[in-house]
T-cell receptor, first 116, second 113 residues
């Protein structure tokens, strides 16, 4: 186990549904990330949070809405998704990068999302 | 801007033979380089990283990587492959002061018994 948990592991939702993905880290890190992993594509960074503040939004459509209530929890709220949003959504955490250093990331197992 | 390339979609190697998974990168400053491994239905796991210092970096599970500045490469190596090493391997790059880590497309390693 990496110390990062994600729920649910699998999610099927219709295009008009609203759902949320949850991530929790038990590593004492201050930075958290959402990534999208699609087949045959590089891992796509979606959002970065440092000390609960969003520090990176990689031009993600507004139908994806992140929330970081504290340094241990990260949510991704989903609404009116499209079939092309079907993918594996990965959460990760690391030591914060505000001082300029770049640290290794610890990933959760992911949520396999299917939009029908 | 920063980028990373993994030129091989798949690498096949016989069990017990040495393995190499290739990675080249492009950054404007000094690179931070990482290797991660992903097993089926799992997230990525950190293997090793290079920041500065010795060009040969040792990591988890007997893996090592060689940093070559002139060739802008960071190839992953292991002297003797195990069947259990079969997985998807990702190279990643960043640089000091960047929030973003850029990942490659991944190389599938198949170790044949």
């Amino acid at each position: 186990e990496t110390g990062v948990t994600q729920t649910p592991r699998h999610l099927v939702m219709g295009m008009t549904n609203k759902k949320s993905l949850k991530c929790e880290q038990h590593l004492g890190h201050n930075a958290m990330y959402w990534y999208k992993q699609s087949a045959k594509k590089p891992l796509e960074l979606m959002f970065v949070y440092n000390f609960k503040e969003q520090t990176e939004n990689n031009s993600v459509p507004s139908r994806f809405s992140p929330e970081c209530p504290n340094s241990s929890h990260l949510f991704l709220h989903l609404h009116t998704l499209q079939p092309e949003d079907s993918a594996l959504y990965l959460c990760a955490s690391s030591q914060d990068s505000l001082a300029g250093e770049v640290y290794e990331q610890y990933f959760g197992p992911g949520t396999r999302l299917t939009v029908t | 801007a920063q980028s990373v390339a993994q030129p091989e979609d798949q690498v096949n190697v016989a069990e017990g033979n040495p393995l190499t998974v290739k990675c080249t990168y492009s950054v404007s400053g000094n690179p931070y380089l990482f290797w991660y491994v992903q097993y089926p239905n799992r997230g990525l796991q950190f293997l090793l990283k290079y920041i500065t210092g010795d060009n040969l970096v040792k990591g988890s599970y007997g893996f090592e990587a060689e940093f070559n500045k002139s060739q802008t490469s960071f190839h992953l190596k292991k002297p003797s492959a195990l069947v259990s090493d079969s997985a998807l391997y990702f190279c990643a790059v960043s640089q000091r002061g960047y929030q973003k880590v850029t990942f490659g497309t991944g190389t599938k390693l198949q170790v044949i018994p």
